[in-house]
């Protein structure tokens, strides 16, 4: 994602100028589920890593595969070791993308994933969205800057042809902890201005700015939020078709970029 | 912290046992505040780590000494890059968590810092408490067993001999990532028969946990969340005052760890 208004040195510039100019190689996609993650690892036939590179104890998964020339890594956080659901949310996310990017130093992270849509902004059930802007709507600190902190708004990587070339809608992120929404929560997505939701991109993203990493976003809708149904009810009535959407549409991502340079995209 | 009914293999065990009984000697406060860091710094003397062990681009800071023959190492998150506020919330410190507890293999956590009370459960300005348990607030998934996930709820390693020493109160701990509190945030702390509340204190608790690391957690309180002044306003009035007694709180629990056991605390 475009770092905003940070300091950077004159090196670490011309590196990423550099980088922007070398075809990608090494891919690192980071998701949170492993209903959303199955189909992409048997559709890129990628392989679980016996020694993934992760400290003992954690539960994080990583598979691995070449796939058109590209270097990729499949990462996602595991079951929880004591109750055995999905590690959902920001922390798994954060730690596990902390830790890929140290131990893979990937060119490019795709985060793809499910999503809440809001029908107040045209999102129907299966659309796939490529993100624009991530940013919280759970992280509320009425104190001037600290408010700006909260909500961490970050900008994904550019990707205009790419978005030229393929069938997606393009929108804002909001990101929580919360499956459900809250009267705050809502208020902070609209000042957001986004169309989806979901419970790790802004997180995924404040990492990958952090450490310097390109990120982009692709989320397929799986609950209209601002409907009638109960968010949880339609989220699992729908999960299994729309994983297999987000699974088409985060090939042709990946059949776009191969080849590319971040300048590229 | 206790594990809570996770698998562990026989020589996890022999070792968890071995470290019970050895005295205590390598402790990592974590700190969210660089107000609330400061006075500890100086108490213990302790001196900035120019090589930290944190990779490039994080601003967490390192401070490290040896006070009553116990190694010290202090870190805090600093300060944003892009905004220069302290980066609070539960994000930054359960990555800080993470990455130093991999560098550091500290025997005992403290993460000391200060949070909002509850005068419904007879919490005043300046109170200290050691927590008995840490739980989520802000992350409400409804859907069986994610539910429990969500709130996340752990144990501190249990201190008994500490408590009837030192004039400290006990209660439990609720974390979120705003400082203001919502309708939805209250009732789930109040499901959490919290006392007190931060921002960081169960993120902590989940990295220290994956990773087998007794946590404890002493907060001193700073705002009456159910008071009638402004949570913003009545923290920043009291944070100095504040942060002084948790300053002494800090130091007599260093001085009562010192050449004692996990066993014995």
Not at 107 to 115: C, F, P, R, S, V
Not at 188 to 209: L, P, Q, R, T
Request: aromatic share 6%; net charge negative.
């Amino acid at each position: 994602m475009a770092p905003q208004g940070e300091g950077s040195d004159a090196s670490g510039e011309a590196m990423a100028i550099q980088a922007e100019q070398q075809p990608i190689s090494n891919i690192l996609l980071i998701i949170a589920m492993q209903t959303e993650a199955m189909p992409l690892v048997n559709k890129f036939q990628l392989k679980e890593e016996p020694e993934p590179g992760f400290p003992k104890g954690v539960p994080w998964v990583r598979y691995h595969g070449v796939y058109n020339d590209l270097n990729i890594n499949l990462v996602w956080p595991g079951k929880d070791p004591s109750l055995g659901v999905d590690s959902v949310g920001t922390i798994p996310a954060s730690l596990m993308t902390y830790n890929s990017i140290q131990a893979l130093q990937p060119d490019l992270i795709i985060n793809a994933g499910t999503a809440g849509g809001f029908k107040a902004k045209e999102a129907c059930i299966g659309d796939l969205y490529l993100v624009s802007d991530v940013a919280f709507h759970d992280r509320r600190i009425p104190i001037p800057v600290f408010d700006l902190y909260g909500v961490g708004l970050r900008q994904a990587h550019p990707t205009p042809r790419l978005l030229k070339e393929l069938n997606l809608k393009v929108g804002k992120l909001s990101t929580g902890d919360s499956l459900d929404m809250s009267a705050q929560d809502e208020a902070s997505i609209i000042a957001n201005d986004a169309v989806v939701k979901d419970m790790e991109g802004a997180a995924i993203a404040y990492v990958a700015d952090l450490l310097k990493v390109p990120a982009i976003f692709v989320k397929a809708v799986t609950d209209v939020v601002d409907g009638d149904k109960p968010t949880a009810e339609e989220f699992l009535e729908n999960l299994a078709a729309v994983t297999a959407a987000l699974e088409q549409a985060v090939t042709q991502v990946v059949d776009f970029i191969s080849g590319k340079c971040l300048s590229e995209l």
